[in-house]
């Protein structure tokens, strides 16, 4: 597509119909291929983010794009009373490639819908109505997921109630080298022994819901053997295991799902992103043992895109064209290339440190002693490489790096984006990058200014008067020990 008006005209003219629900990025996409997407102003940038952790066969990939085409046109959507031909092969395909005994699927649009519809099927299933999360997991935007996460919990506290039943498990600051650290010795697990204590009662957990890679949490890796043990306690408690797959899914990390390398059999799988490529797709697949029993329970689900055959065609074509193209050994390869790329360039810039990943999982953390504001170099280091061609993003902790490109990424484009990384980190570091590390387009940088007075005024401006008042009226009570 010809883009007719350059980025910075685009927001210009259309900017203020914009909800800012987030600081959106200066540049505005008009085209994307394999790694690589163009802007408005007709400037690449190599995508090591896959769109939103998605597309793992690259954007826009030839077949990928003419089977969903072909589904379009012979039949968009059913109605959830109907199955279609694609649902059905989606359904017999996925229980394929899906570990252990996981063969019954129903397909969804979002990750959030699929963990929703994964949280009643071990409600239904074991009658209890807690889950368990990370407190730096990520399950998706709805009430009860981020009741089991508290990644975020400042936008939640004054915002939203939260479902009192869900609980965080924590991975402490003393356990964090086993999850950054490859290397690190077994530990055999003293957190997983302080499990009780904080979950306190097991008896209403119907499920422990994780993420084999905590990617929002930091590219936090756990180490060999603690999945196992999780799922082990889970069970001795009555208690069923969902695995979020929605990143780590269909090849990222070398194997069809990172859970593979725990040598874990979920009870529940939730499936998204990366299953769709791009294309709104979830999935939960679960074992004929649980689906019988919650079916003649009595639980059924409606929504209105539940079995839509283009979304079924989606997830049918990624698993053939991650088949026939070889990607699983591809994104291996590649994975293990990038790496080294990245472990060479911490033994240049002592800043990168803790490199790690699994196929093409990868993260570092950005550390630099004495720096008074970890956020704002790393944010800065992401615009900075975004103005020289390389969009990447970062996670929970402000100081970790996030690199999940699609499978199909090339060595020349990892070259480059290794160069630009390495180029930008000095500007950064010297302060060159002040101006670019700065949005150009109003509306964002409005956002993302951080004069005290502005984010004061903000922080007054997005919560009620009316809360403020009860606050402080709170406060003035609890100080004379009058009751409410
Ligand atoms: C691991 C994981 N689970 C669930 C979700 C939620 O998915 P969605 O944004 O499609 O609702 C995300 C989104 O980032 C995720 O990373």
Request: net charge negative.
């Amino acid at each position: 597509m010809t883009a007719t008006q350059t980025n910075l005209e685009y927001w210009q003219q259309y900017g203020k119909h914009v909800l800012m629900a987030m600081p959106y990025a200066d540049e505005i996409l008009v085209e994307a291929s394999g790694s690589t997407l163009r802007d408005a102003n007709g400037r690449t940038l190599v995508d090591l983010a896959s769109g939103m952790f998605c597309c793992v066969l690259g954007h826009n990939h030839p077949k990928f794009i003419e089977r969903i085409t072909q589904q379009t046109r012979s039949l968009l959507h059913t109605g959830t009373q109907f199955l279609s031909p694609p649902v059905l092969e989606a359904g017999f395909k996925l229980a394929q490639v899906a570990p252990g005994a996981l063969e019954k699927c129903i397909f969804m649009s979002t990750g959030t819908e699929a963990n929703e519809f994964a949280f009643r099927l071990a409600k239904a299933y074991t009658g209890r109505t807690g889950i368990v999360g990370f407190s730096r997991g990520y399950y998706g935007t709805s009430v009860a997921t981020k009741s089991c996460s508290s990644l975020f919990s400042h936008h939640l506290k004054d915002s939203l109630p939260v479902v009192p039943e869900n609980r965080c498990l924590p991975i402490s600051t003393r356990c964090l080298p086993c999850f950054t650290d490859a290397v690190h010795p077994p530990c055999g697990f003293p957190c997983l022994d302080d499990v009780d204590g904080w979950i306190g009662d097991w008896d209403n957990v119907a499920a422990v819901i994780v993420e084999p890679v905590l990617s929002a949490g930091g590219m936090l890796f756990p180490p060999t053997g603690y999945l196992k043990r999780l799922r082990t306690i889970a069970h001795e408690h009555g208690a069923l295991l969902i695995v979020d797959e929605a990143q780590t899914g269909f090849g990222r990390t070398g194997r069809w799902f990172a859970i593979e390398h725990h040598d874990v059999e979920p009870d529940i799988l939730s499936l998204s992103k990366s299953i769709g490529n791009g294309f709104p797709t979830a999935a939960v697949v679960t074992t004929a043992e649980i689906a019988d029993r919650v079916i003649s329970g009595g639980l059924w689900n409606l929504s209105s895109h539940q079995s839509d055959p283009v979304s079924a065609a989606a997830v049918c074509a990624v698993i053939d064209i991650v088949r026939e193209e070889g990607l699983l050994d591809r994104g291996r390869e590649s994975g293990i290339y990038f790496l080294e790329q990245l472990q060479a360039l911490a033994a240049r810039q002592p800043a990168v440190a803790s490199v790690r990943g699994l196929g093409l999982m990868i993260g570092f953390d950005l550390v630099v002693d004495n720096s008074p504001d970890a956020a704002r170099l790393v944010n800065a280091f992401m615009y900075v490489c975004r103005r020289r061609g390389v969009h990447l993003t970062y996670g929970y902790g402000d100081t970790n790096v996030r690199i999940i490109p699609p499978l199909v990424i090339t060595r020349s484009e990892i070259d480059f984006a290794v160069d630009v990384m390495e180029q930008s980190l000095a500007d950064v570091l010297a302060n060159r990058g002040a101006d670019a590390s700065l949005p150009v387009n109003p509306y964002t940088r409005r956002l993302v200014d951080k004069h005290p007075w502005g984010q004061l005024l903000r922080r007054w401006w997005h919560s009620s008067p009316q809360e403020w008042v009860q606050k402080g009226s709170g406060l003035i009570r609890k100080r004379l020990g009058v009751a409410d």
